[in-house]
Each structure stands twice: as C-alpha cells, then as structure tokens.
C-alpha cells in the first residue's frame, strides 16, 4: 500500500510564485528519491477553527497563506530512504537554505492511507 507524507506551512502571500517555482524545482528530486506524486496547494478556504485551525497550527501571520502538500510514495520503507536522501543530497539543503517560508512552522508527517477511493 502507499504510503503518504504531508505538509502544512505558511507563505507569504506575495510570495506565490517564488513558493511555486520552489517547489516545481524540488518535485524533480523527490521522484528522483522515489516519490510517486508530488501535490502541491494553495489555501483558497481555509477557515478560522473554535478550538485549533491549519492557521493556528503554524501560526500564520495575516499576510500569510496556508499550504498543504503531500508526497505519495510507493511504501514507507521507499519514504524513510528518500528522506534520508534528502538530509544528506548537497542539492536538498541548497534548497533548504531558499525556502521562501518559515520552516521553523511547517508541520509534517507521514500517514498510511486506511481508505482510498
């Protein structure tokens, strides 16, 4: 079964298109890494919550919008492997030294699908 990792970050809203070049440019890598898919998506509706919200949990600023993304791999084991790429490829933490947001409040984790239809 596939195995899912994903993202949530905040972005400066003026920095759309920096963010998505950033993240076409890094796309390459991670497949190269063994990532099936690399979804990226710009937050159009995303609400306030009562208790907790995707703004909270990164503590997005007003000029900030919230992205959520997710990498598709064909297992776990081909995820744990590429994430140790990706700490240790020159060309990663280049990347990383870029990012056009606050990585320090991006959240992440890996999750194993239960239902996929």
Known sequence: MKYVEGFVLAVPADKKEIYREHAAAAAPLFKEFGATRHVECWGDDVPDG?????????????????????????????????????????????????????????????FMPILDV
């Open 50 to 110: 009562k208790l907790t919200d995707f703004r909270r949990a990164v503590q997005a600023k007003d000029d900030e919008v919230v992205v959520f993304s997710w990498l598709e791999y064909p297992s776990k084991e081909v995820r744990d492997a590429a994430n140790e790429k990706i700490m240790t490829d020159p060309r990663m933490k280049v990347m990383g030294e870029q990012m056009p947001f606050d990585g320090k409040r991006m959240i992440f984790g890996g």
